[in-house]
């Protein structure tokens, strides 16, 4: 079966760094997304890795590692409006490209 | 360049009557995706265009779910007739490709089944 795992709720303090983890068992692998979602909004793109390895993107970074099924966002320096969802999907090459999503993290940040 | 653009905002509706939902792409875009999200969980994928062909609608309940893209560019996605459990966010992305390109998000169309 197809499953990704994430915490559901994280709590950090503003101007603090925060990871939020994700787990996947997928039907091959094209490269995992994440986004984030705003309450009541669209879920805005963030980052895209397809190879093992961090990838830095400003005050947010994601990293991947293929052979666990394993990737992090990283958020630092943490800013109110950073309070959201953040959701990690999976590409599956065997299911015909379509993105698999996680639950989504709800981060709360607090000052 | 505009987003992808999705109408109504929100709909309320009694059970079994009919609802439809419209959704113009980024302009480009040719593959086109609608989504469902239930309140506290991911997008799940309904179906997917290749211009005006359905690539993918093996999530689509086909005995009241339709959808169309008669020309390849904006679609709608229809209910009939809409039940309790339709209740959600209805959303619609567009990429430039299948494979590899990231997806865009329309606002969504937030249906309450009453």
């Known amino acids: 079966g197809q499953n990704i795992d994430q915490p559901t709720e994280m709590t950090a303090t503003e101007g603090a760094i925060v990871q939020i983890n994700c787990t996947y068992q997928?039907?091959?692998?094209?490269?995992l997304f994440w986004y984030q979602q705003h309450a009541g909004e669209a879920p805005t793109f963030l980052s895209y890795n397809v190879l093992d390895g961090l990838e830095e993107k400003g005050r947010f970074s994601s990293f991947l590692s293929r052979s666990k099924g394993y990737s992090y966002l990283l958020l630092k320096e943490l800013q109110m409006k950073d309070s959201a969802s953040y959701l990690c999907a999976v590409e599956g090459a065997n299911s015909s490209y379509k993105l698999i999503f996680g639950s989504g993290t709800r981060l709360l940040v607090r000052p | 360049e505009a987003g992808v653009v999705q109408s109504p905002r929100y709909k309320i509706i009694e059970k079994k009557q009919p609802v439809a939902f419209w959704c113009n792409p980024i302009?480009?875009?040719?593959?086109l995706y609608w989504y469902r999200q239930n309140l506290g969980q991911g997008p799940e994928l309904l179906i997917r265009y290749e211009n005006e062909e359905a690539v993918d609608d093996s999530q689509l309940p086909k005995d009241r779910f339709s959808a169309e893209r008669l020309k390849g560019v904006d679609s709608t996605l229809k209910i009939q007739p809409a039940e309790l459990g339709d209740s959600a966010v209805y959303l619609c992305?567009?990429?430039?490709?299948?494979?590899?390109?990231?997806?865009?998000f329309g606002p969504g169309t937030r249906l309450l089944v009453l």
């Open positions: 997928t039907s091959g692998f094209n490269g």
């Open positions: 992305a567009s990429s430039s490709t299948a494979t590899f390109e990231t997806q865009y």
């Open positions: 302009s480009g875009h040719n593959t």
